[in-house]
């Protein structure tokens, strides 16, 4: 008999997020001036023949971020961005039929691998006034669980956990022999890190990305951190060569650059600063805390404003269909030039 695997069958996917050439690209967190034009040429001035013919060489970068971050080799595994880590987490720490718990909403491939694996996805919501309960999660988990996924600061709203709410869900799914894995896609706009949480704790793994602030979304390069053990599975699971050699040599220079990655931070903060000061002052509801993005409450119908960006103004924003989100959009944020051309835009397309 043919077989094919109903859990796939029944996936929906959205696959529309190509034909942006062109677009102001505000919709899906990515650094929206990317690196310096003379530091991509100075980065790729040396890149010959041999260099993209061969497969990547993995062990050096990963023994200097290792050293970076104050882990050891063993500690860390590089990945195809940390989507791929996220999926094969899921893999490795989960079973058909398994429960994995997130807040809801939060980043889509949470719900999009526990369908494609066959797990039971179980979203704790927001409460009102876009608040996150850890409460309300550490309620969530019980004896059917078997993944707990902390977004930190998490997507769409922004909100961001401390270091004792991160514990006490770790702690509570240690009771229930569950793993907690804490995503870090957007570290470098949250206030701290829980990477020591992933080595001194049993059970549980962080990932995080090069996509967001380091521009490298095109480059495809992640990294997930925990104990030896945890790694190592992670490990068998992905493809040789499954990273990039090119997104390696970016984040190699990136990390040994010094004040880079301050002076990246910096600018986004100062763009996003004036986007919040701004349109708080046009009377728009905005929830920003965390993150490289802001939730705005359009003035008008927010599926129209959407559309008018994109059609009038070449701006692409994401909207949310949910009935409790459907009037809000979410902008990723830039520079402060680039956040005073969408300001302007949102005027033109708002009124």
Not at 46 to 53: I, L, Q, T, W
Not at 297 to 316: F, H
Not at 324 to 342: A, C, L, P, S
């Amino acid at each position: 008999m043919f077989y094919v695997n109903q859990d796939v069958v029944e996936l929906n996917r959205i696959f529309d997020q190509n034909l942006r050439e062109g677009f102001l690209r505000l919709d899906l967190n990515e650094n929206p001036g990317g690196l310096p034009k003379e530091f991509i040429d100075d980065v790729l001035k040396d890149v010959d023949s041999e260099f993209v013919a061969k497969y990547p060489e993995t062990e050096p970068f990963q023994r200097k971020l290792a050293a970076e971050l104050g882990i050891t080799r063993d500690e860390i595994v590089l990945t195809n961005g940390s989507a791929e880590a996220i999926r094969h987490i899921i893999e490795a720490f989960t079973s058909p039929g398994g429960e994995i718990i997130s807040v809801d909403p939060s980043y889509a491939m949470y719900a999009v691998y526990a369908k494609m694996y066959g797990r039971k996805h179980k979203k704790v919501p927001y409460r009102d006034g876009f608040t996150s309960s850890v409460s309300d999660i550490i309620d969530a988990i019980s004896d059917e669980t078997q993944l707990v996924i902390i977004l930190n600061p998490n997507n769409p709203v922004g909100d961001v956990y401390t270091d004792e709410e991160v514990k006490s869900i770790i702690e509570c799914a240690q009771k229930h022999e569950a793993f907690v894995l804490i995503d870090e896609a957007y570290l470098y706009f949250a206030p701290s890190t829980f990477i020591d949480m992933a080595i001194s704790y049993d059970h549980v793994i962080l990932t995080r990305t090069f996509s967001k602030l380091f521009s490298l979304a095109g480059c495809r390069l992640g990294y997930a951190v925990g104990k030896k053990e945890y790694v190592q599975l992670v490990q068998k699971l992905c493809t040789p060569h499954n990273v990039n050699a090119f997104g390696i040599r970016f984040a190699d220079r990136i990390i040994s650059s010094d004040g880079m990655v301050e002076d990246m931070v910096a600018k986004q903060t100062e763009g996003k600063e004036y986007l919040i000061d701004t349109l708080r002052k046009e009377g728009y509801f905005v929830n920003a805390m965390g993150g490289n993005f802001v939730f705005v409450k359009t003035k008008k119908d927010a599926a129209d404003v959407t559309d008018r960006l994109k059609n009038e103004e070449k701006i692409l924003v994401k909207h949310y269909t949910d009935e409790k989100y459907k009037n809000y959009i979410r902008v990723t944020t830039g520079t402060k030039d680039i956040m005073e051309k969408f300001v302007a835009s949102l005027q033109k397309c708002d009124k």
